[in-house]
């Protein structure tokens, strides 16, 4: 069935790389994947593309592109920030009888809401539309744009309008783990919660750095985001990423210590009380052990003290440790010199 697809008139990405001069910016993190299996396999995770929506971000010479145009996407969307690129994707676009539209600019700022034709859009209880989006973007790129989409998939905005969006994306591999890590895993973080309260979230193989052109430093690991129906959190994205990364800052010791830090300093003691016992989570356990169900608990008791004294969600502990800091130097600075003469 596959072969009905294919489009055999698209030009290798070995030739597109050779007409065009297509050298990787060692200073943009830019790694190819010029393996046409691995292009296959990662669009192969991302479900079935057949008459789809698809925005591919950072498709540089075009091999995951390729591997999409094959699949049977309806429509192609690129979002590409080298305009080196530009020519050598106007060429697939020629090939695949014009299913590629190109935007050059940067996926961080580019208005996904508006990406494509509105009568795409299902409702959030529905059956995800057939819009995904797949990409083989830079690691510094990767982690702030996840981090962006999370908040865009909690607040039904970005992508997300569409409704439940599915993502295809490649993430260093330890972030890979850390985005799926469980309960009591080493790599279980501030990310892996803010990842699973809103998604299922798989790691459906990693890629040796030698597969790339030129290789980088780590390997690499692709992983599905399918948002849930109902997210395992029922409170503001904002909320809950203030609870999370309150936990995870202390990260070797207990949790309360952590947990502790999101109450003002004369009220600690007895709030972080309040917070453990509403959220039955033993004060002990490391901020790894912690079950999603803690979270929720935690992020729960914490909306509800937020209720009852409005002040507290705007407390920021570092801020009140530098405030006592800086009053520290002026008293300092007022203390008389006593000089001996
Ligand atoms: C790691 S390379 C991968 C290229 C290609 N997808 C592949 O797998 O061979 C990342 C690509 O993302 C592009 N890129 C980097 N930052 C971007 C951004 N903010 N918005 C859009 N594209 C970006 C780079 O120019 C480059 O083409």
């Not at 059956?127 to 830079?138: E, R």
């Not at 702030?144 to 865009?152: D, G």
């Not at 992983?223 to 995870?248: A, C, G, M, T, W």
Request: one cysteine or more; a positive charge; hydrophobic letters at 35%.
């Amino acid at each position: 069935m596959m072969s009905l697809y294919r489009l055999p008139p698209l030009p290798t990405i070995r030739e597109i790389i050779k007409l065009y001069n297509l050298r990787a910016e060692k200073q943009l993190s830019q790694n190819f994947l010029l393996d046409l299996k691995l292009t296959d396999k990662i669009v192969r995770k991302a479900g079935n593309l057949q008459n789809a929506h698809v925005c591919e971000v950072g498709p540089g010479p075009g091999g995951i592109t390729r591997a999409i145009l094959n699949s049977g996407a309806e429509e192609l969307l690129v979002v590409e920030k080298d305009t080196r690129f530009l020519p050598g994707l106007k060429l697939l676009n020629e090939a695949s009888m014009g299913k590629v539209r190109i935007v050059h600019g940067d996926i961080l700022t580019y208005r996904m809401d508006k990406a494509f034709p509105r009568h795409l859009q299902k409702a959030w209880s529905d059956d995800p539309p057939n819009v995904h989006i797949i990409g083989n973007l830079p690691f510094n790129v990767s982690t702030p744009l996840i981090i962006k989409w999370l908040e865009e998939m909690a607040n039904r905005t970005g992508p997300f309008v569409y409704g439940r969006t599915r993502m295809t994306l490649t993430f260093q591999h330890e972030v890979a783990e850390r985005l799926t890590a469980p309960t009591s895993s080493k790599q279980r973080s501030r990310l892996s919660i803010m990842a699973q309260y809103l998604c299922q979230v798989k790691h459906c193989f990693s890629i040796p750095g030698r597969a790339f052109v030129p290789k980088p430093e780590v390997d690499v690991g692709v992983v599905h985001f399918s948002p849930l129906i109902e997210p395992k959190i029922d409170q503001p994205f904002k909320l809950v990423e203030k609870v999370v990364r309150n936990v995870f800052q202390f990260r070797r010791k207990y949790c309360y210590k952590g947990i502790s830090m999101l109450f003002p300093e004369e009220q600690r003691t007895k709030l972080t009380e309040q917070i453990l016992t509403s959220a039955d989570v033993e004060p002990t356990l490391r901020p790894s052990a912690l079950t999603m169900k803690h979270f929720q608990g935690l992020c729960n008791a914490y909306r509800e003290m937020c209720e009852q004294d409005p002040h507290l969600f705007s407390y920021n502990f570092r801020e009140e440790l530098h405030q006592k800091k800086v009053k520290r130097n002026q008293d300092t600075q007022k203390t008389p010199q006593i000089t001996l003469s």
